[in-house]
């Protein structure tokens, strides 16, 4: 897929977004820390905050929670949120490495039935010098699901089926989707969120 970027300024892509894509606040600037302290090379510290977003923050649904989480902070500290939680936890740790970072969407079904409806899904995608920008899914992995830090090609969460009115967005944005922040944060609980999450950009 071709991206389509939203700004072809990268700063665009690096900027703190309060409260929700904050790198000054302190679980942020620990992990953060912690990556830095592992890797050297701007490719291996994407590949570690990849890696931290989607094996240690639980993916609320799987884990039939009712919390809902929004800003990468709040996510960090209570070690779960849903996709869009944790691609701005991603987005956080890696513009926060100065590391350009952006929001994508995909169009899902709910309950993999057409009768389940659509929901909005979240991803990233990451910008390396020496790579371009590509995207990755830190959606966290289940039966079912093998998402991984792939450069040459795509490994995300789930294969987009056309055919049962399923889309993929090529679009790479500078923020989160104002109507996807506006359901989690109306929402009363998880458990309400995953029927109130938008259907569509």
């Not at 690096?14 to 830095?36: C, G, H, M, N, Q």
């Not at 996510?75 to 701005?88: D, L, Q, R, T, W």
């Not at 371009?132 to 490994?155: A, T």
């Amino acid at each position: 897929m071709k991206l389509q970027l939203e700004s072809n300024n990268l700063d665009d892509y690096l900027d703190e977004i309060p409260p929700i894509i904050e790198f000054s606040t302190p679980k942020v600037k620990e992990t953060i820390a912690a990556i830095e302290a592992q890797a050297d090379s701007p490719r291996e510290r994407a590949q570690l905050a990849f890696e931290f977003a989607r094996d240690e923050i639980a993916h609320s649904f799987d884990t039939n929670s009712e919390v809902i989480t929004v800003s990468a902070e709040d996510a960090i500290v209570k070690k779960e949120g849903i996709c869009f939680a944790k691609s701005h936890v991603l987005a956080a740790l890696l513009r926060g490495m100065n590391i350009p970072a952006g929001f994508c969407y995909q169009r899902v079904l709910r309950k993999g039935t057409v009768d389940s409806g659509y929901a909005l899904h979240g991803l990233n995608a990451v910008y390396l010098d020496d790579v371009g920008w590509f995207r990755v899914d830190p959606r966290g992995n289940k039966p079912g699901v093998d998402s991984q830090f792939s450069i040459e090609e795509e490994k995300l969460a789930y294969p987009i089926r056309e055919e049962l009115g399923e889309y993929d967005y090529p679009h790479v944005l500078t923020e989160p989707l104002l109507s996807v922040i506006r359901a989690m944060r109306d929402s009363d609980d998880c458990h309400a969120l995953f029927y109130n999450r938008p259907e569509s950009m």
